[in-house]
């Protein structure tokens, strides 16, 4: 492996592990038994890193949503599918991270916020529409509207002012709203879907993917 990649992986690593702030350019170099100045070959500065590991995750989540549409039964299990994503996601995740990244990496920020209002919302838009077809969503809903809500939402579980990490669970949080969200846009078809695939996740697969 490369060091540019070996860096990308390691900053990846401690950032998820420890929060962004936390880690300084000195614990990186440290980690990998390298030279803070081997770094600066790669990398001008943090800010750098910061944004090369977000636009690796925001392209390891486009590759993962695409997945999902293509090998889930209907729409509700592609929300399910996404669900446990997240999940396995938010496991090794500091709470902190999406703070850190607000406060003090306003470029890379940046680049997450028009990740999630262009291609979230697009893929949020197609799956509404795809559970409206398949008779799981309500035909009436507004499909704009209600693919913002959903993906504020989501986004919702990192925002430690009206979630904080020492009074709540993360996981807790997305599958509660995950639940809000399938019961207020699913049919009668949709909700036994739900039911479904919950059944499922307690009885076969709680700690993995669906099938």
Known sequence: ??????????????FMRYG??????DEIAAQLGISKKTIYQFYADKDEIVEAVVGQEIKRNETECVHF??????AVHE???AMKQTEEMLKGMNPLIMYDLEKHHPKAYKKLKEHKHQFFFKVMKE?????VEEEL??????????????????????????FPHNRY???????????????????????KMIEKYMQKDVQKNKHGLYE
């Open 79 to 81: 929300i399910f599918l």
């Open 1 to 14: 492996m490369e060091n540019k990649e070996r860096i990308l992986e390691k900053a990846t690593d401690l």
């Open 169 to 191: 669970h993360a996981n807790d949080v997305l599958y509660e709203i995950g639940y809000l969200f399938l019961y207020g846009v699913t049919t009668m078809k949709g909700r």
């Open 69 to 74: 549409q293509s090998e889930s039964e209907n």
């Open 137 to 162: 969503y309500r035909a009436e809903i507004n499909i704009d509207v209600v693919a913002r809500h959903r993906i504020e939402s989501v986004f919702m579980v990192f925002n430690q002012d009206i």
């Open 20 to 25: 962004i702030r936390s880690v300084t350019m």
């Open 127 to 131: 799956n509404l529409q795809r559970g």
